[in-house]
């Protein structure tokens, strides 16, 4: 038999929602990690990552807090904030599965432009110099650097880049279901009446 009563929705709710505590955690404390072992320079990508993993933590907990004591308000804000979260999530997910070549190239400019933190890091992490151009007045992290044997990080990023746009992609497609997986059975919990409370309450 399928889920369809009380308990099973309750702790069908609660096991989503410890999941998406355990991923937001897991994305805290791998943004630490990385900042305190040097391998991300840049507060701006750390405080992001860090940022959207407090956020999730605090509407996982919502929904775990909510799901536990059946909680009406606290479900249904619940169910609205996932939803959006499911959009957003859905919507970058599907862009990284579809972006052409050039495309990429555009952004992955823009992005190089817009922080000199970000080239550090990636200058260290794959031992390049220069986007398109290596210019050897310039300041360069890589150890290729000295002897003028680099390759320019376009070569390099565009050697992974498609693989890690596909991982991200196919990783966000998935929680994104696990994410309306748990809109829907809010929805469908916070009518269900609880066994355990008084047969003349109103759910």
Known sequence: MG???????????????ILHVMVSMLMIGMAAWGKWFGLVSSFQVVGGIIGVGVFLFLV??????????HHQV?????????FLVFVVQFSVSSAC????????SQLLEVGWNNSK????????????????HMALNETCTAACFPHATCDTCAVRIQEHVGEVLRFVGG??????FTE????????????QKDPRANPSAFL
Do not use: H, P
């Open 3 to 17: 889920c369809v009563g009380f308990t099973c929705s309750r702790n069908s709710l609660c096991a989503l929602n």
């Open 60 to 69: 996982a907990l919502a929904g775990l807090v909510g799901a536990m004591k």
């Open 74 to 82: 606290l479900l249904f804000f619940y169910m609205i904030i996932l």
């Open 97 to 104: 599965l579809t972006i052409n070549k050039e495309q990429q």
């Open 117 to 132: 933190f970000t080239q550090l890091d990636v200058e260290k992490s794959l031992n390049c110099c220069g986007f398109y």
């Open 171 to 176: 990783t966000g497609l998935f929680f994104s």
């Open 180 to 191: 309306i997986l748990a809109v829907w059975l809010t929805y469908r919990y916070r009518n």
